[in-house]
């Protein structure tokens, strides 16, 4: 018999499935604090919560018997992932439930933005009858670009094309393809900026997409734009949309979601052009009932057949293989990262070649870190080990893994290759005895790499003293250079020089060194902090 204790308000409709099922018991304690569920998460096998209890390390800690934490919702910012994973609890929500939910809030709020409806019943209902203040306007025949195309994007597009809106999406795995077979258009975010009437936001919050519609964006859109985010907040950064609001270049801003909540921002809150409301995207009796199955069912086959399909970590992997291949699951993902910002696009196709005693291994665990490491650069938190070819799949992204026994000159070698169109990005890796991991390749250019988290990668022309005063620049720069690798096809012709440094390459760093002579390109790369080991320099 297993143990399942619900802490925050869930559906109970939603959980009849564990209700129902002859092997295990729930229990729903509400409003404990921590110290009273820290006291009896020993007797559990299961936790199921929403947003409002914080799932701690401390009382990770205390949890004897749990196996599973299960998230009835998608974000997990509330559960402290690390000590799960260290613990060996697996860590899992329901992605899917709250689409119809968010994509239909996306549509409530456009269509108030559009007909200003929160403001006219608010004047309305104080006793005026003022018609001519609240003229709107209509979405048929306007155009929206929806920014980040997985199924919340895809969903919004499908019903703003049913009240005749034209679509622009803009993902970095959308192709003409799937784009064609939506019905839409595939756009980049400057051309939904020029043409769009509305834009609603649909990504992931990571590095790149924080902050991307920020001043610089908004002073290309066309005056007058109408912007909604029921995603993530700090994807729009708010002071920005207050001055596009206060300048008029923005008619109006439905929000939903904020950079810190409960939202504080209040000259965005109490804006005359703006539609606010706290964070409701997933809040529909529907919604619940759902996340609440799907957790149900899930933790139901977690126990019962050991299937996962939603995990946020990584499942404990033991035995031999395990240690044999932890260094290059480590190094997998660091190339993966890499691979992914020399390509500067999203895949088309991905292919994995493994040399030596690699190829004789069950080495999918690791193809897995190395697609991972490609798809969190995009996507963010949401990819895991459990999920990761699911998500590839979905981006309608083709890999093939090809194992050969020879030895390509080391004991141990792997090579990812990124393709994208007549675009290529590739790596070449191993581990070396007593030296540890160590990139020897990067596209045609043979080099030898330690990875660590800011590295420069430059291509030029093979001529004297280019190296000298790439280093003078940055020294003049207060940027610290740990070591030089150079590459080069043929003396004389094409090079490569790859740096490791002490800190970040500025925009205006970066822009310096490509305006030297002989110098092609530079590329900053950075590796995920806590992908990188540290070394003692």
Known sequence: MYKVIVTDSISDSGLKALYDHANFTVEKKSGLSPEELKEIIKDYDALIVRSQTQVTEDLLDAAENLRVVARAGVGVDNIDIAAATKKGILVINAPGGNTIAAAEHTMAMMLSLARRIPHAHMSTSAGNWDRNAFKGVELYEKTLGVIGMGKIGAEVSKR???????????????????????????????????????????????????????????????????????????????????????????????????????????????????????????????????????????????????????????PQVSGEAQKKLQPFIDLGEQ??????????????????????????????????????????????????????????????????????????????????????????????ATILNGYGARIMKMNEYRVDVRPERFLLYIEHHDVPGMIGRVGSILGSHQINIGTMQVGRAEAGGDAIMVLTLDKKVTDEVAKELVEMDGLRAVQFLELPSENVPVYNQ
């Open 160 to 314: 703003a094309k049913k009240f005749g809106m034209n679509i622009l999406g803009f993902d970095p795995y959308l192709t003409e393809e799937r784009a064609n077979m939506m019905g839409i258009t595939k756009a980049s975010l400057d051309e939904i900026a020029e043409a769009a009437d509305f834009i609603t936001v649909h990504t992931p919050l990571t590095k790149d997409t924080k902050g991307l519609i920020n001043d610089d964006y908004l002073a290309k859109t066309k005056k007058g734009v109408r912007i909604i985010n029921c995603a993530r907040g700090g994807i729009i950064d708010e002071n920005a949309l207050v001055r596009g609001l206060n300048s008029g270049q923005v008619a109006g801003a439905a929000i939903d979601v904020f950079e810190t909540e409960p939202a504080s921002n209040q000259e965005l809150l109490s804006h005359p052009n703006a539609i606010v409301t706290p964070h409701l995207g997933a809040s529909t009796v529907e919604a619940q009932e759902k996340v609440a199955q799907e957790v149900s069912k899930e933790i139901i086959d977690i126990f019962e057949t050991e299937s996962i399909r939603h995990a946020i970590n990584m």
């Open 335 to 428: 190339i993966g990262s890499l691979a992914i910002q020399l390509l500067k696009s999203a895949p088309e196709k991905i292919e994995v070649n493994y040399y030596g005693n690699l190829a004789k291994e069950d080495n999918d665990l690791l193809t897995r870190t190395m697609i991972k490491g490609i798809l969190s650069h995009h996507l963010s938190d949401s990819v895991n080990m459990v999920n990761v070819l699911h998500l590839l799949n979905d981006q309608g992204v083709s890999f093939n893994v090809i194992n050969n026994p020879t030895s390509k000159g080391f004991a141990s070698y792997m090579e990812l290759t990124l393709y994208n169109g007549n675009d290529t990005a590739s790596i070449g």
